[in-house]
């Protein structure tokens, strides 16, 4: 199996950045995109930004411009820095991984979620 476990998260100020990371280990063949989501309370999970293993990624609208994705894939570990932090980014982060473990199948993973909650 594929774990991945997040860190990073926490309090900021408006304005402030945070960098969130996301590392994966586990029975690990390959993994494919790797990247971020992110839920409200009472909405559905939502698009942060993703990353290949080549290095293309995908931002959501509402983090272009203040969002990089980032992924070392020799460390088999994902970053998001997050600048000029707002108070509706207070929520749940996930990290995300396509990989192919064990099984030889590519399937999906999460990780448990960080909470970062930016303060006005």
């Known amino acids: 199996q594929v774990q991945l476990v997040e860190s990073g998260g926490g309090l900021a100020q408006a304005g402030g950045s945070l960098r969130l990371s996301c590392a994966a280990s586990g029975s690990i063949f390959s993994i494919n995109a790797m990247g971020w989501y992110r839920q409200a309370p009472g909405k559905q999970r939502e698009l942060v930004a993703t990353?290949?293993?080549?290095?293309?990624?995908t931002y959501a609208d509402s983090g272009k411009g203040r969002i990089t994705i980032s992924r070392d894939n020799a460390k088999n570990t994902v970053y998001l820095q997050m600048n000029s932090l707002k108070p509706e980014d207070t929520v749940v982060y996930y990290c995300y991984a396509k990989a192919r473990g064990l099984s030889g199948y590519p399937m999906d993973y999460w990780g448990k979620g960080t909470l970062v909650t930016v303060s006005s």
């Open positions: 990353i290949t293993s080549g290095g293309s990624t």
